[in-house]
């Protein structure tokens, strides 16, 4: 098979976070294939520790409805399985995740103070964002870190593969403190850890919010070259 490089990179360069998507049917044969070429991605023994729910129709409406409810509801207790962020940022990172809150809220007229408008805008995630597909994702608790990073490539694949279908996605860690009401919606096992969810479809971009282009720094910034 011969690839051009460029169109690899343009696929990789032009996927992006959809907060909003059209209301067209994505084939789950569609899905299935995406899932198969996601499953190439590397891991240690080739141990293969991702565990996917693929959510649509009245299960997905289910869900949305259950997550969304606990959302709003001031005495529920989120259970959080693992750290995703710091207790306390330091720089640069604080200010690349102030920017990209406060970019994304510009967008949307969303003024600091506004918390009711933030909090709604938070639930968006719990309806996917109205995609058309919602995926689950998880892994065996007894797993490792190791095993954990396997699964990023994964994802990466997952989300690169549908954007070369001409497919939009959101990852969303969002999902992964409402675990608890998640399981018996889609029958996921005590054993299995909720890493996140994700949006899949196909974008809506008349949408405000979908003209979000976030910031990379420069390679010089990550990036030290050593030759002797």
């Not at 640069?92 to 102030?98: E, I």
């Not at 990466?156 to 990852?171: E, K, Y």
């Not at 910034?221 to 050593?226: A, G, H, L, N, S």
Request: with cysteine; glycine share 8%.
């Amino acid at each position: 098979m011969t690839i051009k490089p460029s169109d690899t990179d343009n696929i990789i360069a032009s996927r992006r976070s959809i907060r909003g998507y059209l209301p067209r049917e994505v084939p789950l044969d569609l899905v299935r294939q995406i899932l198969k070429t996601a499953a190439r991605a590397p891991s240690g023994t080739n141990m293969q520790p991702w565990k996917v729910y693929v959510a649509t129709g009245k299960a997905l409406q289910r869900l949305s409805k259950a997550v969304l409810a606990a959302h709003n509801d001031p005495e529920f207790v989120r259970h959080y399985a693992y750290k995703y962020y710091p207790d306390k940022f330091s720089e640069p990172y604080l200010s690349r995740r102030r920017k990209v809150g406060w970019d994304l809220y510009g967008l949307l007229g969303i003024e600091r103070g506004e918390n009711e408008k933030m909090h709604r805008q938070h639930g968006r995630n719990y309806t996917f964002f109205d995609a058309p597909v919602g995926l689950i994702f998880t892994i065996d608790e007894e797993l490792q870190i190791g095993s954990w990073l396997d699964y990023g490539m994964f994802l990466q694949n997952f989300m690169i593969s549908a954007r070369g279908h001409g497919l939009d996605t959101c990852p969303q860690a969002a999902f992964a403190p409402f675990q608890d009401v998640i399981r018996p919606q889609l029958g996921i096992p005590g054993s299995e850890v909720v890493i996140c969810g994700l949006s899949l479809g196909y974008a809506d971009m008349n949408l405000v919010e979908n003209s979000l282009q976030t910031e990379r720094a420069a390679v010089a910034d990550f990036t030290r070259f050593v030759s002797e």
